[in-house]
Nanobody, 124 residues
Framework: QVQVVESGGGLVQAGGSLRLSCAAS????????MGWFRQAPGKEREFVAA???????KYYADSVKGRFTISRGNDNTQYLQMNSLKAEDTAVYYC??????????????????WGQGTQVTVSS
């Protein structure tokens, strides 16, 4: 069982930046594919970004490509650096982890573990 806990959300003006962190309890953090999803009010939860076990492969939703950067450290933590934030980035952001070897990280069903979420609000 893996627990993931997000932090770093908050209120920021459009054009600003935030960095989200996600701490994982896994003994073997490097065994897990990690990712981020978000859910805005009245909308479905959507894929934001994912990073492979080694950190060498990264995947982004088109809506955040070039503005967001996902990374992972050796300290059982992954990060989401969010720059040039827009009002439409306002959502609850969720950290995810998966012990999977196949493809499908853009689907919520592919992921095994979810955090409680952290609110990001971008004012225009």
């Amino acid at each position: 069982q893996v627990q993931v806990v997000e932090s770093g959300g908050g209120l920021v003006q459009a054009g600003g930046s935030l960095r989200l962190s996600c701490a994982a309890s896994a003994r073997t953090f490097s065994s897990y594919f990690m990712g981020w999803f978000r859910q805005a009010p009245g909308k479905e939860r959507e894929f934001v970004a994912a990073i492979s076990r080694t950190g060498l492969s990264k995947y982004y939703a088109d809506s955040v490509k070039g503005r967001f950067t996902i990374s992972r450290g050796n300290d059982n933590t992954q990060y989401l650096q969010m720059n040039s934030l827009k009002a439409e980035d306002t959502a609850v952001y969720y950290c995810t982890a998966a012990d999977r070897r196949d493809f499908g990280w853009e689907s919520t069903q592919w992921w095994d573990y979810w955090g409680q979420g952290t609110q990001v609000t971008v004012s225009s």
